[in-house]
Structures are given as structure tokens and as C-alpha cells.
């Protein structure tokens, strides 16, 4: 017999399905609240900091969402390449392979070992006869590197940059970094450059990577600045005072290239671009 106050098998199976949707719903609670943890976690870490430098706030860039897909990819431009040298017994690279384009810098390094994507020449405008040079910084927060990889990464951040404007392409025709080296970036036989507002008609554009509010242009850096108008100045019968730096733009009202770089070109300027 049955005893009344012991409960049947039906109620003991019910009583475990309770407890057990029981602990369910109290995992679910659990699992809802840990990833929503996550969730928050996630959106507070991918907050872009703001770093402070001495330029205007409009270099704050907007992202872009991967790769964009090259409407109209640039012709090769046609660039002269020197084998690499390699060393016969270890058979290391002593000397990499280095590329010359022809124009004007023959000794500045082409587009193609650093972009990832042609330029987008429907958002661009034909260049047309240089009569102007303006030198400028990129005004990011410090830069400091000394090798072709970090100048690379550095190029490709500003043309990501330029891009998330609405331009075509980066926005200088030659970029040199903290070892001397010459970048080529808009093609300056083809297309006009984007760097000083309103006054890109006949205007080349050379920037020097880093800040020169806050930092120096290193000895190479003014070397192959020297160089490059020099080349292009002779190149395009320019008057010495026609290099101009982007602040001495009447209505640029910007800090570019910084007191440690106008400073320089001053001295530069005065003494004729003689390389």
C-alpha cells in the first residue's frame, strides 16, 4: 500500500523537470548577464582615443570598413627596378631590390611597394603645369620610425585616411620618411594633389612624416627634402621662392609643417634648394 504522505513516481519526475528548468533558467540568467558583460566590454574597447598634437582637429580620420575595390586602377608607372644583391655563400639579401619611377624624382621609391589599391583618378583632377611647391607634415601624433616597414604602414594609415575624405588618393605627390627615403604617391605628371585647401591648381605637394610641433626632422629627412625640390625645382624652372610651406597659404590657418620644419625651410628656402 501506497504511502500517503510519500510522493508518487508522477510527482517525483515533475519535481526533477521543475528543478531542472529551474537550473536552466537560472544558467540562462547567468549566461545572459556574463555575455552581455562581453557586449559592453567590446564597445568600450573599440572607443578610438583621442591623442592630443598641435594640429587641427580635422586630421581625426574616419575608418575604413576593410579594403575598397579599385574602380579605375592605375598603369603600371613604368618603374625601373635593380636586382636585389644577394650575398653567394649564405644567400641572404645584402641589398633589397630597388625601383626608380620615371618623372621628375626619378630617385623616389613608387607607389606600388607600399599601396594596396590604385588611386580612384574619377575623384581626381589632371594636374596641370606645376608652378608651386609646398612642403608640409603629416601632424599626427609622433612619428618615429626608421624602416621601410614602418613607413609603409605609416603611408597606407594617411592614404586610409585621405580616402575616408572623399578623395582619390593620398593626398601629397611625395611623402619622405625619418631615413631619406622619397615615396611616390599621387603621380605628379598626372593627377593634382589634395593638401592645401583651394590651392591645389598647379601646386605639388611634398610631406615629411611626423609632427614638427612636437618633434625634429632628423638630418636625412632634410637631406632628401633638399633633394626633392631641388629636382623638382630645376625640373619645372621654379623660382626657390615659390616653395612655400602649407601655414604661409594665405587662409590655411593650420600649424603644418610645424615650427621645427618651417624653421628649416626657411634656411633651406634662403640658400636656393641647392641639393
Same mark, same amino acid.
Given at each position: 500500500?501506497?504511502d500517503?504522505?510519500q510522493p %508518487?513516481?508522477?510527482d ?5 523537470l521543475? #528543478?531542472a ?5 537560472a ?6 548577464v ?14 578610438p582615443k583621442?591623442v ?5 582637429p580635422?586630421m581625426?580620420?574616419p575608418d ?11 598603369p603600371?608607372?613604368?618603374?625601373v ?7 653567394? =655563400? %649564405? $644567400?641572404a ?6 625601383c626608380?619611377?620615371p618623372?621628375p ?5 613608387p607607389r ?7 588611386p580612384?583618378v574619377?575623384?581626381?583632377?589632371p594636374?596641370?603645369k606645376p =608652378?608651386?611647391i609646398?612642403v ?13 616597414l614602418d613607413a609603409k604602414?605609416?603611408l597606407?594609415?594617411i592614404? %586610409? &585616411?585621405?580616402? &575616408? =575624405?572623399?578623395? $582619390?588618393d593620398?593626398?601629397?605627390h611625395y611623402v ?6 622619397v615615396?611616390q &604617391?599621387r603621380d605628379?605628371t #598626372?593627377?593634382?594633389g589634395a593638401?592645401?585647401s583651394k ?5 605639388i605637394g611634398?610631406m615629411c ?8 626632422p ?7 627634402l ?5 629636382r623638382?625645382?630645376a625640373?619645372y624652372k621654379?623660382n626657390?621662392g615659390n616653395?612655400?610651406t ?5 587662409g590655411a ?10 624653421v ?5 628656402r634662403?640658400?636656393?634648394w641647392?641639393?
Amino acid at each position: 500500500m501506497n504511502d500517503p504522505h510519500q510522493p %508518487s513516481p508522477m510527482d517525483r519526475r515533475d519535481d526533477a523537470l521543475e #528543478r531542472a528548468i529551474g537550473r536552466g533558467d537560472a544558467i540562462a540568467r547567468r549566461t545572459f548577464v556574463f555575455f552581455g558583460a562581453l557586449f559592453v566590454a567590446g564597445c568600450a574597447a573599440s572607443t578610438p582615443k583621442r591623442v592630443a598634437s598641435g594640429r587641427l582637429p580635422d586630421m581625426d580620420w574616419p575608418d575604413i570598413p576593410g579594403p575598397a575595390p579599385v574602380i579605375e586602377p592605375e598603369p603600371p608607372a613604368g618603374a625601373v627596378c635593380t636586382p636585389p644583391v644577394v650575398d653567394a =655563400k %649564405s $644567400g641572404a639579401v645584402v641589398k633589397p631590390e630597388v625601383c626608380l619611377v620615371p618623372g621628375p624624382v626619378p630617385f623616389a621609391r613608387p607607389r606600388g611597394e607600399w599601396a594596396r589599391s590604385g588611386p580612384y583618378v574619377r575623384d581626381m583632377n589632371p594636374m596641370l603645369k606645376p =608652378k608651386y611647391i609646398t612642403v608640409h607634415h603629416d601632424g599626427m601624433s609622433g612619428y618615429w620610425g626608421k624602416t621601410d616597414l614602418d613607413a609603409k604602414e605609416h603611408l597606407r594609415l594617411i592614404h %586610409s &585616411g585621405h580616402r &575616408g =575624405k572623399g578623395w $582619390g588618393d593620398i593626398g601629397y605627390h611625395y611623402v619622405i620618411d625619418r631615413s631619406g627615403n622619397v615615396w611616390q &604617391g599621387r603621380d605628379v605628371t #598626372r593627377y593634382q594633389g589634395a593638401h592645401v585647401s583651394k590651392r591645389n591648381e598647379h601646386n605639388i605637394g611634398v610631406m615629411c612624416m611626423g609632427n614638427f610641433v612636437v618633434q625634429r626632422p632628423t638630418t636625412e629627412q632634410l637631406d632628401a627634402l633638399n633633394r626633392t625640390v631641388a629636382r623638382l625645382c630645376a625640373h619645372y624652372k621654379l623660382n626657390p621662392g615659390n616653395v612655400r610651406t602649407h601655414r604661409e597659404w594665405p587662409g590655411a590657418h593650420t600649424a603644418c609643417p610645424g615650427d621645427n620644419m618651417q624653421v628649416r625651410v626657411n634656411q633651406l628656402r634662403k640658400a636656393g634648394w641647392k641639393a
